[in-house]
Structure formats: C-alpha cells, structure tokens
C-alpha cells in the first residue's frame, strides 16, 4: 500500500533541544517538500527538494534543517534557533518536474516545544 | 507569482444543503488547480485536481469544481452535504514557471449542523 509515512504523530521537546522529524514515502517519487500549519493558517512550506541530494529553502527555512541521502526519506531538524517550533508539520511528495503536480501529504507530526 | 485567496475562513451549512466554497487565483497563464480536504490533526486528502480540457471536473466524495478563466476562479461545490464533510478545505494552484511547487489558500473551515 504506496503512501507517507510521518513519524511520531506527537512529540514533545524541551526549548533548546534539536529535534528531527521522520518523513519516508514509497511512492517512488522525486521531489519531496515539508510545510509548517499553524492554527487558522494556511501551509506554509519550509524546504522542498527535487532530487536526491538536492534541496531547496522555501518560505520560512530559518531554523530549520533537511537531507535527503535517499529518494524515500526527507528528515526535517527543528533546531533550537527556530523561534515558535511549537506546530503541525506536514510532509508531501510529488512526480517531481516531469511528472504531475499533485502532491501527496503524509498524517503530519504535531511537535511541541516547552 | 502565483496567489490563491479563499474568502471564506469559515462556513456553516446544515445537513442536506448544497454548499459552494469560493477560491480565486492570480496567474498570467493557464493554472493547474487543486482541491485538498484536512480533517482536524490529519494530513491533505487531494479532493480533486483540473490540469485542462472540461472545466468541470469531478473528484471524490461526490464533489466538483468549475474552473472560469474569465473570473479567475476555481469554486468547490456538493449538491449534498453530509456531517462527515465537516473539515478544512484548502485551494492550492501550480504554475510552469514556479517548477512543481504549489501554492496554498488560506483555507475554509467547514462546519455542518445536524
């Protein structure tokens, strides 16, 4: 059964603590991408990566950290420089830029930071 | 860029009704257009999805969507609705020349009363 798997739903962390968020899909697609949710908010993406190997910032990358040393994994670092890391992290994937532009979302990761 | 509004933050129907949730796009060109469904603490279901070809496309759980160019406009719409489609409803739009990334509105939370 294909899909994304996002590990654990729930985490909680102490203030100045790093923590890495678990993202791996066997859909087998190239480009991978994490969002951040905050209530009433819209998505708002962190980083994204295309190919193995390569990624990218997006909108609000600071304090935050990705690698992507396999096509099916895509791990996020929360570190301890992010200001309000407290949220709903969403992981998705897609074809890729030869492929379609739908994406795929994992169950999401809520992390809480005290 | 790219830009998607949802004017709605917040829609209330009661059961049986029809309900229509509005989103807008901004692009020069022919977008790709997309309709996701958020359950609380879930992650997105892709709902349905209009690359081009018939302006009326169906998707699952028995809902549509009508792409006018001439409105810029990319509405969801279910003849029925049922207590189950109580949810967050997210618009999201791709663009050629933004690689395969997508753009998020901000949502709709739709509430169902008995």
């Known amino acids: 059964d294909g899909g994304i798997t996002q590990s654990p739903k729930y985490l909680f962390r102490k203030e100045g603590q790093n923590v890495t968020l678990s993202c791996e899909q066997n859909l087998n697609h190239d480009a991978m991408y994490w969002y951040r949710q905050d209530p009433g908010q819209g998505l708002r993406l962190i980083y994204y990566s295309q190919i193995v190997n390569d990624f990218q910032k997006g909108d609000i990358a600071e304090g935050y950290s990705v690698s992507r040393e396999k096509k099916e994994s895509f791990p996020l670092t929360v570190t301890s420089a992010q200001k309000n890391p407290t949220a709903f992290y969403l992981c998705?994937?897609?074809?890729?830029?030869?492929?379609?532009?739908?994406?795929?979302f994992g169950p999401g990761t809520r992390l809480t930071v005290t | 860029a790219q830009s998607v509004t949802q004017p709605d933050i917040h829609i209330t129907v009661s059961e049986g009704a029809s309900l229509e949730l509005r989103c807008n796009y901004s692009?020069?060109?022919?977008?790709?257009l997309f309709w996701y469904v958020q359950s609380p603490g879930q992650g997105l279901q892709l709902l349905l999805k209009y690359f081009s070809g018939d302006t009326l496309v169906q998707g699952i759980k028995g809902f549509e969507a009508e792409f006018k160019r001439s409105q810029s406009s990319f509405n969801l719409r279910k003849p029925s609705v049922h207590w189950s489609d109580a949810a967050e409803y997210f618009c999201?739009?791709?663009?050629?020349?933004?690689?395969?990334?997508?753009?998020f509105g901000g949502g709709t939370r739709l509430m169902v009363k008995p």
């Open positions: 998705a994937s897609s074809q890729g830029l030869a492929g379609s532009y739908e994406q795929y």
């Open positions: 999201a739009v791709g663009a050629n020349n933004a690689g395969n990334m997508l753009t």
């Open positions: 692009y020069g060109a022919t977008p790709y």
